[in-house]
């Protein structure tokens, strides 16, 4: 198989299955939290640190919400079982700026994670691997999109970095800003990374005094309110009609 056809094909396993990528993200992280911790890095205990690190991962997360907010329906989205799919192509907005914008909110939010283990190395090398693995996915979708837009997807992505924005050219977006869309899309997200920072550090503080901790702090209470958020617009989306208007 040339090379070529072997990046669509792994591309779009990866595709496919891209939902498990921070189950593994997870397991490596972790791993290398507990021997910093273990080692007592001097950068853990720093609260600062922990708020530059949720800074970076909220602006992943507003990235993400700036770009799924003035998609139209059935693009940007979650799918994963159902392969790809993009009823039009998305050309204004953040879309002007890069071709992969979700992706790049995405690295920021994970790297936000990453940045807890106060590891540089550690950092570097999921750098490294977010980029090798997300590269084929990237492939995958623009071998798609360039099959079904044809001339006009060229025409888009000439000129547009793949991961990099550039910082002029921006285009004002076609559609108005879907809060419900947001809402729908992006709760998950919310709820997750306010979830790792509550529990990275409980485990921060149960290493360092040598026996289970349980404190009512602000990453306890955030984790909290994040959780609510995302019952109650959960319950909304799959029993009311509330968040429905057609995008």
Known sequence: MALQEELKVQGDVLFKYRSYFPLL???FTLGAFVYEAAHE????????????SLAVGIFGLLIRIFTVGFTPKNTSGRNTTGGQLADE????????????????GN?????AVAMLTADFWFILAFTFLYWVYYERIMYAEEAF???????????WAEGRPAFVPKLNGFVVPKYSFSLKKVLKKEKNGIAALF????????IRNSIQAKTF????????????????FYLIFKVLKRYTKVLEDGR
């Open 25 to 27: 993200f997870l397991v």
């Open 145 to 155: 999109l360039r099959n079904k837009f044809g001339q006009m997807y060229l025409t």
């Open 195 to 202: 979830g790792l920072f509550w529990l990275f550090d409980l």
């Open 107 to 111: 690295y920021f939010m994970w790297l």
């Open 41 to 52: 890095n001097s950068w853990m205990s720093c609260d600062g640190y922990w708020y530059i």
């Open 213 to 228: 901790v349980f404190l009512q702090n602000q990453w306890f209470w955030a984790f909290v309110g994040s959780v609510v």
């Open 89 to 104: 192509l998305n050309e204004t907005g953040t879309y002007s700026m890069v071709r992969h914008p979700l992706y790049v």
